[in-house]
Each structure stands twice: as structure tokens, then as C-alpha cells.
Nanobody, 122 residues
Framework: QVQLVESGGGLVQAGGSLRLSCAQS????????LGWFRQAPGKERELVAA????????DYADSVKGRFTISRDNAKNTGYLQMNSLKPEDTAVYYC???????????????WGQGTQVTVSS
């Protein structure tokens, strides 16, 4: 049974930074693609960033390019989302998700975490 647990969310002022972590138990983390999504109140869930199984390929939403960095440590079964220069519009619940395809994908993720709240104050 695959479980994903996010951590690292919180309240930060605009311009600040946070690093989210996504720890996986069960399954084979090193073979899964990983994605970070977010959902703000009243809005649809959107893909923020994705990374392939080996970290060689990444993709970002235009709104976060140059500010967010996705990475992974397969030895620790953990993925990360480093968020810099945060803006109030980044406020959302952030979810990590894993895809058994192992590639950078925009949909069809197989496993999801429970989410962590990120709030950016102006």
C-alpha cells in the first residue's frame, strides 16, 4: 500500500520561502514520477511541478517557473518542492502525487497525499 505524506506547509510573508516534503511509504518510490499540485478555494486543482523517476526531467506551471524547484531523493523516498519568492496567489492546499509511469505527466496520477496548507500573507 502506497502512502504519501506531505509536510512543510505553513504561513509565510510574501517574498518568503518554504520547502515542502513528500515522504512515500510502500511501493517503489524510485520508479514513480512525482507531481506537486495545488488547489485554492473556489479554484480547480492545478499541476505546479512534476519530476521523472530519476530526476532527469522536470516541468513547471508558467506561474511558478523561476520561483519553485522540484527535486527528489530516491534514497530517502522523499520528494521536495522548494518555493521561493512566494506570492499571496500561491496560497493553496498543496498535494503531492505519484505516477507509476515514472515520467513527467500532467494527469493520471495513481497515489495522492492528504495535502498541506500554504498561506502567503501580503
Amino acid at each position: 500500500q502506497v502512502q504519501l505524506v506531505e509536510s512543510g506547509g505553513g504561513l509565510v510573508q510574501a517574498g518568503g520561502s518554504l520547502r515542502l516534503s513528500c515522504a512515500q511509504s510502500g511501493g517503489t518510490f524510485s520508479s514513480y514520477g512525482l507531481g506537486w499540485f495545488r488547489q485554492a478555494p473556489g479554484k480547480e486543482r492545478e499541476l505546479v511541478a512534476a519530476i521523472s523517476w530519476n530526476g532527469a526531467s522536470t516541468d513547471y506551471a508558467d506561474s511558478v517557473k523561476g520561483r519553485f524547484t522540484i527535486s527528489r531523493d530516491n534514497a530517502k523516498n522523499t520528494g521536495y518542492l522548494q518555493m521561493n519568492s512566494l506570492k499571496p496567489e500561491d496560497t493553496a492546499v498543496y498535494y503531492c502525487a505519484a505516477s507509476i509511469l515514472g515520467l513527467v505527466v500532467t494527469s493520471g496520477y495513481d497515489y495522492w497525499g492528504q495535502g498541506t496548507q500554504v498561506t502567503v500573507s501580503s
